[in-house]
């Protein structure tokens, strides 16, 4: 179902793998204008129609009038306006009956006065016992009936904003951005209020205009939503066709609103915290003795400037609120991502999407992620070495001394986002033979962050750019080696529509980096496992240990077809070797070059067997700089929603054998076996009062095995609670995983190193856990907890025979010498031979954690709130890798738990 704003999904981007090398090539042009004609006013809208066609310029026109009198928000007509103000009662399904009038009848006027718009909808039902209201936290999406306003306040057929409540009263909020996109993040200060009665229910909003960005004059765009939950019902002022695209771009006319000036836009959220700590400390720990008690105190400060321009500000900002992270065992050379959760980076962030506009779906087939911009760079962990001593104090993250926000629009259809951090400079307190010093682990930083982009032609054409620039002031020399100096890149990303149908799309995005360092900063950073530019056998690539600067590009280029039942899909990216924009954005690797096409079919109109279906098939690939195929296959997908609204889909790939650049880290080229991969998911009518849902996948290779399955439930069991269970078991077969490189000059035939590797057999059992109790629209309660148990073995020893080929020299069989002695393997790789012998850490390991937090949210008054958080975790790890679910468990029960209690106030003042 079509539901932009509770869907919870900022993007609809499928991410596949696999590969098929494919030369892509595209010509841009651009799409030709519309002509301008007058707008037509709306038939009655008692009558029944057609549904508007929303690619033409006959708009339907809902009215609003001003008001001088004084409305109060109780989810009833009250007051006199609301009987003078006309009703838009004229909606069209788009589910279960795509086009057909809505079943039941809805009536929404709008007024307005000098401050804010006020809405009240009036939501008949015949049965009105069987209305579905079910509360939840702000923003979170049960299946409930529930009544949507949509607004286009700049009327750029693009952006604008959302604002809904459902018939339990629970508040729904966020940015529509890209035609097609919604982002959540967005809070709002506003007032509803809903009411029930023997003919239905009623939804009454009052949305400030200091909360808007709009124009001055003219009409605003607008759309409405009612949803009634028992019969899947979704019915709309104007909606997208499902086999369709554009959905602000479809927008009826708000007119009447005029003389509205804004109102001056200052408010003011200062927060104080109070937390403590218990933890379990080493023995004479110095810095620790299990429990810390601190206070804090900051700030955030939002100014609107003009109608179009809001700057958002913070001191010694708080995240204690946000949810901790999951855990994770990452035995790759890939960081870790991890979602943005703090508020003050979420709040706007559409604005900094980059590279994406245009189109709606954008598919990347083993193309790795770029993110030029990631705003969990700002505040991150040290990223220091802490110098060897008995007992140490570092800190978890950076101290954002402040940061600033300024977004919104200027001009003719310019969109700017601007953002500026600045980070203390960190320290780790140590101690050895009592006496103590300190140690710089991250230097002071200034973070920057430019957006620009302007749309042409009522949204035919887009083109932008953003840039990021850091900068660092060291302190101690030692951290120059570590750490980099400087960062700038700088992108520029657009779009152009093909025909004046908006079905043919071309987006593509451009990129360069520039980061500047000492030498053995540099190579550090060239040898990294973003780079690995020591590859003996590299060609294009090769160190350069004089180099004091690293510079580099990527691009990515889309060309799609996204209406109608035929759609296509294709690209192609490239990612110079150089490229490095970890400072402040997001990649795992570089020297790529990628491209995939892809086709497909879809079946919109329902039938006995299923309600909507849909295949594709695709080929891709990945090259590198010299040429090497590096990945490559065919993939092919089906899914469908069933009569009764469950989803049920299923992939499957093939991938031939290609060469890989990166199992020896490093080292030489090696090869993949050929392999194949099967997954599937199936999910019950997610409106139901318990949600099921399987999903399976399976690797099948002659250099890895990988097996996985998971099954959720969710079940409410009154109206305002609900519960989550989520268990998963993946089983891990890798004939070659990766332990170590040790330089042998006898090691002739692999470049002077033996490249080590195990076969691993890892079990992993992990599961969410979540509890959401709504006692009302403000005041709620929610448990999360995150269980995982992990363990791996390693058997069968080996290095690698010869460079590009799966060949290796066993060393059980080939008569090496291998002991464990001390938590140590001691390896002779020749047993009697004059090859000498070399060490490593047993591999074997176990690894148990849970992680969660219990969050009580009270919203006392309109953008004021207070958190109590208490959150725990607890791990423990060891060398036994053989995985016994009852071991792990009571593992898990017995490690000493980390409690953290924290209480943060929060006041919102508006000037």
């Given at each position: 179902m079509?539901?932009?704003?509770l869907?919870?999904n ?6 596949l793998s696999?590969a ?5 090539v ?5 799409a030709?204008?519309?002509?301008s004609?007058?707008v037509?006013k ?8 057609k549904p508007?066609?929303?690619t ?5 026109i ?5 008001t001088?009198?004084v409305?109060t928000v109780?989810g ?8 003078a103000?006309?009703?838009w ?14 079943t ?5 006027r709008?007024?307005y006065d000098?401050v ?9 039902d015949?049965?009105p ?6 509360l939840?936290?702000k923003?979170?999406?049960p299946?409930s009936d529930?009544?949507v ?6 009327r ?7 604002f809904?409540?459902?018939?339990a ?8 951005l ?5 982002d959540?993040?967005w ?8 009411s029930?009665?023997s ?6 909003m009052?949305?400030p ?15 409405f ?8 019902e979704s ?9 369709g695209?554009?959905f ?9 609103i ?5 109102p001056?836009r200052?408010?003011i959220l ?16 110095p ?7 601190s206070?804090?105190?900051g ?6 400037i003009?109608?179009n321009?809001?700057?958002?500000a913070?001191?010694n ?9 999951p855990?994770?065992v990452?035995l790759?050379d ?15 962030a559409?604005?900094?999407h980059?590279?994406?506009?245009g ?12 993110n ?5 760079r ?6 220091g070495?802490v110098?060897?001593?008995?007992f ?30 600045i ?5 780790a307190?140590?101690?050895?033979g009592?006496?103590r010093?300190?140690?710089?682990i991250?230097p002071?930083?200034y973070?920057g962050?430019l ?8 949204g035919r ?10 900068e660092?002031?060291?302190?101690d020399d030692?951290?120059r080696d570590e750490?980099?100096r ?15 149908e908006?079905e ?8 360069g980096?520039?980061v500047?360092?000492?030498?053995a ?5 060239q040898?990294?496992s ?15 240990s004089s180099a004091?600067f690293?510079?580099g590009?990527a ?5 799609a077809?996204?209406?109608?039942s035929?759609?296509v899909?294709s690209?192609f990216?490239?990612i110079?070797?150089?490229?490095e ?5 997001f990649?795992?690797?570089?020297d790529v070059?990628?491209a995939?096409?892809?086709v497909?079919?879809q079946?919109?109109e329902p039938?006995s067997v299923?309600?909507?279906f849909?295949?594709l098939?695709a080929?891709f690939?990945?090259?590198?700089f ?8 065919l993939f092919?997908r089906?899914?469908?929603e069933?009569?009764d609204?469950?989803?049920l ?8 054998e290609?060469?890989?650049n990166?199992r ?10 050929p392999?194949?991969q099967?997954?599937?998911?199936f999910e019950?009518?997610?409106r139901?009062d318990i949600?099921g849902?399987l999903?399976?996948s ?8 990988n ?11 009154t ?25 042998d000059?006898?090691?002739a ?9 195990g076969?691993?057999d890892?079990?992993?059992?992990s599961?969410?856990?979540r509890?959401?109790w709504?006692?009302t629209?403000?005041?709620?309660l929610q448990?999360?907890l995150?269980?995982?148990?992990s363990a791996?073995k390693?058997v069968d020893?080996?290095e690698?025979?010869?460079p590009r ?5 066993h ?6 010498s291998?002991?464990l002695?001390n938590?140590?393997?001691i ?6 031979g004059?090859?000498a012998?070399?060490s490593?850490?047993n591999p074997?390991?176990s690894y148990v954690?849970?992680?969660?937090n ?7 008054s309109?953008?004021?709130?207070v ?7 607890r791990?423990e ?6 995985f ?6 009571q593992q898990?029960m ?5 409690n ?6 929060s006041?919102?003042?508006?000037v």
């Open positions: 079509q539901y932009p704003p869907s919870g900022h993007t609809r981007v499928p991410v696999g098929l090398f494919l030369l892509a595209v010509f841009v042009c651009p030709p204008a519309s002509d004609t007058s037509q709306p038939l009655d809208s008692t009558s029944v129609q508007p066609d929303s033409s310029v006959h708009k339907p809902v009215r609003a009038i001003r001088q009198e409305i109780d009833r007509l009250t007051e006199g306006v609301w009987h103000a006309p009703a009662t004229r909606f069209f399904q788009l589910d279960p009956v795509e086009g057909a009038p809505a039941k009848r809805t009536e929404v709008v007024v000098d804010a718009l006020y809405l009240n909808a009036r939501m008949y015949t049965a016992d069987s209305i579905v209201a079910r939840s936290r923003d979170v999406g299946n529930f009544f306003l949509y607004l286009d306040p700049y750029d057929g693009r952006s604008g904003f959302y809904a409540l459902d018939a009263g629970t508040y729904y909020d966020g940015v529509l890209n035609d097609d996109w919604d959540s993040s809070d709002g200060v506003w007032e509803g209020s809903v029930r009665d003919a239905g229910w009623y939804a009454e009052r949305i205009f200091s909360q808007l960005r709009f124009q001055t004059t003219g009409e605003w765009g607008v759309n939503a009612r949803d009634i939950a028992r019969s899947h019915d709309f002022l104007a909606f997208t066709p499902k086999n695209s554009g602000v771009s479809r927008f009826g006319v708000l007119d009447g005029n003389g509205v000036h804004p001056g200052i408010e200062p927060y104080v915290t109070t937390r403590a700590e218990y933890t379990l400390p080493l023995p004479g720990d810095f620790d003795d299990g429990s810390t008690y206070a804090g105190a700030a955030d400060l939002k100014v609107g003009g109608t321009l809001t700057l958002d913070t001191i900002p708080d995240f204690g609120q946000v949810e901790v992270d855990a994770v990452n790759t890939v960081e870790t991502f991890y979602e943005e959760k703090r508020p003050f980076f979420l709040e706007g559409s604005i900094f980059f590279g994406q506009g189109g709606k779906d954008f598919w990347n087939f083993n193309f790795p992620s770029v030029i911009f990631y705003s969990r700002i505040g991150r962990a040290p990223q070495s110098p060897e001593a008995e140490t104090d570092v800190p978890l993250g950076t101290k954002i001394l402040g940061a600033a926000k300024l977004s919104g629009k200027l001009g003719d259809n310019w969109s700017i986002g601007s953002i500026l951090g980070t203390a400079r960190e320290y307190d140590l101690q050895s009592g006496e010093t300190r140690a710089e991250e002071l930083a973070y962050v957006r620009g982009h302007k749309e042409f032609a009522e054409q887009g083109l932008g750019f953003l840039s990021t620039v850091t660092r002031v060291y302190q030692r951290l750490v980099n400087s960062a700038t890149v700088l992108g520029i990303d657009g779009w152009t529509f093909l025909d004046g908006k043919w799309v071309i987006t593509g995005a451009v990129a980096s520039r500047a360092g000492n030498q900063r540099m190579l550090a950073l040898t990294n973003q780079h690995y530019f020591q590859r003996p056998d590299g060609v294009y690539s090769r160190v350069d004091t690293l510079s590009y691009a990515r280029f889309w060309l077809k996204q209406k109608g035929v759609f899909n690209a990216g490239i110079h070797p150089g490229f924009i970890n400072d402040l954005g990649f795992s690797r570089s070059i990628n995939h096409i892809g497909g079919y079946w919109v039938t299923y309600r909507r849909m295949i098939g080929g690939g990945n090259r590198d010299d040429g090497n195929s590096t990945w490559q296959g092919f089906c899914e469908s069933l009569p609204y469950s989803q889909g299923f992939n499957a790939a093939y991938n031939p290609t060469v890989n990166r020896t880290r490093g080292g030489p080229l090696t090869l993949n076996s392999g194949y099967f997954d599937m998911e019950t009518d997610y139901r949600v849902e999903e399976g399976t690797y099948q290779s002659d250099w890895q095995r097996s996985s399955i998971g099954v959720s439930v969710a079940w409410r069991p109206s305002s609670v609900s519960l989550s269970f989520g268990p998963s078991v993946e089983i891990i077969k890798e004939y070659s995983q990766w332990i170590g490189a040790f330089a000059p006898l090691a035939t692999t470049f002077g190193t033996r490249y080590v590797f076969t691993m890892q079990t992993t059992v599961g969410n856990v509890v959401n709504t006692f629209p403000k005041l709620s448990v999360f995150q269980p995982l148990l791996g390693y020893i080996k690698l025979a010869l080929s799966y060949d290796f020299n060393y059980e069989s080939n008569g090496a291998m002991t002695q938590g140590e393997y390896v002779d790789p020749d047993g009697a004059p090859a012998s070399f490593f850490t074997d390991f954690s849970l992680r969660g219990a969050v009580l949210r009270w919203e006392f309109p953008g004021s709130t958190y109590f958080v208490w959150t725990q975790t791990s790890s060891g060398t036994d890798g053989t016994q679910m009852d071991r792990s468990f898990l017995d490690a000493h738990p980390d953290i209690f924290l209480i943060k106030i006041y919102w003042w508006n």
